[in-house]
């Protein structure tokens, strides 16, 4: 298994200066933005697009420092009710799968989207409970948006040899893995999750039991190694879901919190264990959103923590089992 860095948190550093602060700390993989939430800041996705000696240039430096490209990340809404909105994310996604084909990276990372209640709506709306009625029939309508949308996506990402990880998330039509695994039976095996804990912690989603349901699925593309700490007092006065502001932490019921801070090392050893038990032995992205810590120090005691965590080596035969 490779450690990797989702690299918008050193969107201040150049691709050269990230390259070589994160091979200098054992990182060998990176996952740039390429568009959407993420932006471009290590990537422009238009510079590089087409482009053999613009691409011939980035391999050269990615070699140079010895790390390799996990995946382009382009998180946005492609099902968005404002139709330039969703214009700009589907344009998005179709060039950065393109993209990654020509820079031989199988995956890209992204959101399901989230559609409106209804053909006339003007904003996306996260349905969260099947009742009254009328939200129970909002989630139909949204659900067939997402699976045509998807579907036609999925076919283009087949063209191009690349799988389509979405990450899970709030304020998504696909925010758990059941809908996760229901996108992806409606879509196809090209569709399947960049699989981030810290949104599935907060919601008292069992992070291991939800590996398992999802590798069962062959359904885990790519990994986001990000920690999410709830503090109990505030949740046990409001729940979990918590719209106060992500800067006033002493008031939220949860954070994001760099890897460690949320849960122990062992918890993230048996987060290994489970992904290398259903097959996934790829990435592990670190994503800093810890609003506690600078970006250098949380990735760096991400980095530190994970580096005991992972198996670099392959497994041999059980010999004591014959």
């Excluded at 990176?30 to 510079?47: A, Y």
């Excluded at 482009?51 to 946005?76: F, G």
């Excluded at 994503?287 to 198996?311: V, Y």
């Amino acid at each position: 298994m490779d450690l990797g860095v989702h690299t918008p948190a050193l969107a201040d550093e150049s691709l050269e200066e990230t390259l070589a602060y994160l091979s200098e700390r054992g990182v060998d993989a990176i996952e740039p933005g390429v568009g959407g939430h993420p932006g471009e800041d290590h990537l422009v996705r238009e510079v590089y697009l087409d482009d053999e000696d613009a691409q011939a240039d980035l391999q050269s430096i990615l070699d140079e420092y010895d790390v390799r490209l996990s995946a382009l990340a382009t998180h946005n809404n492609p099902l968005h009710p404002n139709d330039d909105r969703a214009q700009r994310a589907d344009t998005e996604l179709r060039e950065a799968i393109r993209l990654a084909s020509q820079l031989e990276v199988g995956v890209i990372t992204c959101f399901s989207g989230l559609p409106a209640g209804a053909p006339d709506d003007t904003v996306p709306n996260w349905i969260t409970a099947p009742w009254p009625p009328e939200h129970a029939d909002a989630l139909t309508y949204q659900w067939r948006q997402a699976i045509d949308y998807w579907d036609d996506l999925a076919t283009v990402a087949h063209e191009h040899g690349v799988d389509i990880a979405i990450e899970m998330h709030p304020n998504m039509l696909v925010y758990e893995p059941h809908g996760m695994a229901r996108l992806r039976a409606e879509t196809g095996d090209r569709i399947g999750t960049n699989f981030d804990p810290s949104h599935l912690y907060w919601q008292g989603v069992s992070v291991l039991d939800a590996i398992r349901y999802l590798g069962a699925r062959d359904a885990i593309h790519h990994v986001h190694a990000k920690d999410t700490r709830i503090y109990d007092a505030q949740a046990r006065e409001k729940g979990v879901l918590d719209t106060t502001a992500y800067e006033d932490e002493p008031n939220r019921s949860w954070i994001f919190r760099s890897v460690g801070y949320g849960h122990d090392e062992s918890h993230w050893k048996d987060i290994v264990s489970t992904l290398r038990m259903v097959g996934y032995d790829d990435v592990l992205s670190i994503e800093h959103e810890d609003s506690l810590t600078s970006p250098q120090e949380g990735l760096e005691k991400a980095i530190e923590l994970l580096e005991r965590a992972i198996f670099r080596t392959q497994p041999g035969e059980p010999d004591w089992a014959t």
